[in-house]
């Protein structure tokens, strides 16, 4: 399997740091930086996160709730990722005074959309990851 779960757990590290952070700092300057530092970070998160969700989903989950919970978590992933690359494409460079809301309600979705996606990936995908690689190894 391509996919590198301790590359992902390390991302799934800086993007909580990313949230703490985000959530310390309330002026339009520092969360807009913070939103340059973690662009490569992000986009790597999102790349891997969705490649081992899509992995997981085609090795057959152990349940069938599993299985729903990760088939829809897929479809989530893919609006949610979209949602953040746009801020980072609309946000990335700066915006002007008027636009300062927009990107301060933008990155606050982000940022909770980030925080469900963490609390699933600890609970659900991670675990299932485990058992699913211990299962496929040949004996």
Same mark, same amino acid.
């Given at each position: 399997?391509?996919?590198s779960?301790?590359?992902?757990?390390?991302?799934?590290?800086?993007?909580?740091?990313? =949230?703490?952070?985000? $959530?310390? +700092?309330?002026d339009?300057k520092s969360r807009?930086a913070? !939103?340059?530092?973690?662009k490569? /970070?992000?986009?790597?998160?999102?790349?891997?996160?969705?490649?081992?969700l899509?992995?997981?989903?085609?090795?057959?989950?152990?349940?069938?709730?599993?299985?729903? =919970?990760?088939?829809? $978590?897929? +479809?989530?992933?893919?609006?949610?990722?979209?949602?953040? !690359?746009?801020?980072?494409?609309? /946000?990335?460079?700066?915006?002007d005074n008027?636009?300062?809301f927009?990107?301060?309600?933008?990155?606050?979705e982000?940022?909770?959309?980030l925080e469900?996606?963490l609390k699933?990936?600890k609970?659900?995908?991670?675990?299932?990851?485990?058992?699913?690689?211990?299962?496929?190894q040949?004996?």
């Amino acid at each position: 399997m391509p996919i590198s779960i301790e590359e992902l757990q390390g991302l799934h590290e800086q993007v909580s740091v990313l =949230i703490s952070d985000f $959530s310390s +700092q309330q002026d339009y300057k520092s969360r807009l930086a913070l !939103v340059r530092a973690s662009k490569v /970070y992000m986009s790597k998160y999102l790349k891997l996160s969705c490649a081992l969700l899509t992995w997981i989903h085609d090795q057959s989950a152990s349940t069938d709730k599993l299985k729903v =919970i990760f088939r829809r $978590s897929i +479809q989530d992933l893919n609006s949610d990722a979209k949602k953040i !690359v746009g801020l980072y494409l609309q /946000y990335g460079h700066g915006c002007d005074n008027a636009d300062r809301f927009k990107f301060q309600m933008a990155f606050s979705e982000a940022i909770t959309l980030l925080e469900l996606r963490l609390k699933l990936e600890k609970e659900h995908i991670f675990p299932e990851y485990q058992l699913l690689s211990r299962q496929n190894q040949p004996v």
